[in-house]
């Protein structure tokens, strides 16, 4: 006597899977603005080790949001981001090197943009 039954069943045929175009959500944003939410690409070891995934890190402000982010790609870059991760880095205090005291380092805004397979941003 079988446990589950005798009965074969058949294997369904695997289908091959399709690559799918993902887009963040993006934001209608005013003409000229798109500079000022994207300050600078961010040029550090991590981030130049992730553009080889498709990752790109940038230093935006402080008030950007991650609809408003992939926009200014978008219209900057001329790709669609995929997903966009965004890390708030807080302000450092610092010993200052010409005078006594200590001093603060400004708090900064990072966001790292995911794109599709393929689509790669050139910086000149």
């Given at each position: 006597?079988?446990?589950?039954?005798?009965?074969?069943?058949?294997?369904?045929?695997k289908?091959?899977k399709?690559?799918?175009?993902?887009?963040?959500?993006?934001?209608?944003?005013?003409?000229?603005?798109?500079?000022?939410?994207?300050?600078?690409?961010?040029?550090s070891?991590?981030?130049?080790?992730?553009?080889?995934?498709?990752?790109?890190?940038?230093?935006v402000?402080?008030?950007?949001?991650?609809?408003?982010?992939?926009?200014?790609?978008k219209?900057?870059?001329?790709?669609?981001?995929?997903?966009?991760?965004?890390?708030?880095?807080p302000?450092?205090?610092?010993?200052?090197?010409?005078?006594?005291?200590?001093?603060?380092?400004?708090?900064?805004?990072?966001?790292?943009?995911?794109?599709?397979?393929?689509?790669?941003?050139?910086?000149?």
């Amino acid at each position: 006597m079988a446990l589950f039954g005798t009965k074969k069943t058949e294997k369904k045929e695997k289908k091959a899977k399709v690559a799918v175009k993902r887009r963040a959500r993006t934001a209608p944003t005013k003409d000229g603005v798109a500079h000022e939410i994207i300050r600078a690409p961010w040029f550090s070891e991590k981030a130049l080790m992730a553009t080889e995934r498709g990752v790109y890190a940038f230093a935006v402000s402080t008030r950007a949001t991650k609809a408003a982010i992939a926009s200014a790609i978008k219209e900057i870059y001329n790709v669609e981001p995929r997903k966009i991760r965004i890390v708030n880095l807080p302000a450092k205090r610092k010993m200052m090197r010409t005078k006594r005291g200590i001093g603060q380092r400004a708090a900064r805004r990072k966001a790292y943009v995911y794109l599709n397979a393929g689509e790669t941003i050139q910086f000149a």
